[in-house]
């Protein structure tokens, strides 16, 4: 099957139809989850922690959570933990990629960033918070999950966001912008940590919360590898093309920094980001009908405007 890149006028409802509405279904569990777990009068950190995961998103990393627990049959009523966390800790690195000493960026969510709405040490605790309250969620005692589950959710999300994960590919984005070294290679590899292995933790813990076996847990890797690497292109598509009423944030925001696009230009860009969907998708063929979120979140990835 192949797929090419799509027209604005065909980025409707009807097009990812299934997408659209489990991201809508989504949204509204992870939101009403994350009201209920902090009560009335915050205190400012928790005040910025809510600025921060509350203003939108689309809330795709903890969508896949829950849609790749269920291709194993388990319901968004236990999935939504681990979603939830997943969404903290996402919340968390935007808040940070935006500080005055990472992108520099005033614009997040179509809103002020953290730290211009707050201040920067304000904006630096509610990140270090989210991504605490990320671990305090996956270990609490009462969810209703094997607790040998908890302990590898607990160690894959360390592993996936740290220093050998997203975190990693956070500190080559800096280190590349200063020395303007960039190749083919070195820009996959960022971009497979800063943005893949937090796609790759979302499928992981719907395989481990499934009981996945060791074929279908690689198979979902595989998607979400490239999902992470298609997620990425469309970013720098959008950084140069794109549309800050749309994304949300701003836009040539990205000039000091070599991606896909400055390496092989917009349209090789293009069809090399079609050929990991069309080897994502494959990798899904296993589970027929059951993955369609998953095949036009793929799809949409590349297609999105936002
Ligand atoms: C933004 O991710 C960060 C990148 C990895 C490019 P999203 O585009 O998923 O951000 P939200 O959560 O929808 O705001
Ligand atoms: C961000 O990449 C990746 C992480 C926050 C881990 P970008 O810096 O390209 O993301 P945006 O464009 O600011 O959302
Ligand atoms: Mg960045
Ligand atoms: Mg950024
Ligand atoms: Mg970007």
Known sequence: MSVSF??????????????????????????SYIRAAFSDGCNRVEEAMLYS?????????????????????????????????????????????DLPDMDDSDLRRGLPSCHIK????????AGDALLT??????????????????????????????????IAGQMLDMQEEQSGSATLDSVKNLQHLKTGQLFMYAC?????????T????ESLQTYAKNLGLVFQ?????????????????????????TTFVDLMGE???????????????ESLEEFGDKAIFLQEALKFSLNRRY
């Open 6 to 31: 799509l027209s604005n006028s065909q980025l409707s409802s009807e097009f990812f139809p299934t997408l659209q509405s489990k991201l809508k279904e989504n949204f509204a569990l992870i939101d």
């Open 133 to 166: 309250w990320a671990f305090e969620i996956l270990s609490s005692p009462e969810w209703q999950v094997n607790p040998n589950i908890k302990l590898s959710l607990i160690s894959s999300l360390a592993t996936f966001s740290g220093k050998h994960g997203m």
């Open 214 to 217: 060791k074929q279908e847990t």
């Open 204 to 212: 992981q813990a719907g395989c481990l919360l499934g009981n996945a």
């Open 267 to 281: 349209n090789q860009a293009i069809v090399y980001a079609n050929e990991l969907i069309n080897q994502g998708l």
């Open 53 to 97: 995961i509350l203003n939108g998103g689309k809330r795709l990393r903890g969508s896949l959570v829950i849609e790749t627990a269920r291709l194993f049959n388990v319901p968004a009523t236990i999935s939504i933990k681990a979603a939830v966390s997943l969404e903290a800790l996402h919340s968390y690195s935007l808040i940070h990629d």
């Open 118 to 125: 707050f201040d920067n040490a304000t904006a630096i605790l």
């Open 233 to 257: 292109i469309a970013d720098d598509l959008l950084d140069i093309d794109g549309n800050s009423s749309a994304t949300g944030k701003p836009v040539h925001q990205d000039t000091k920094k």
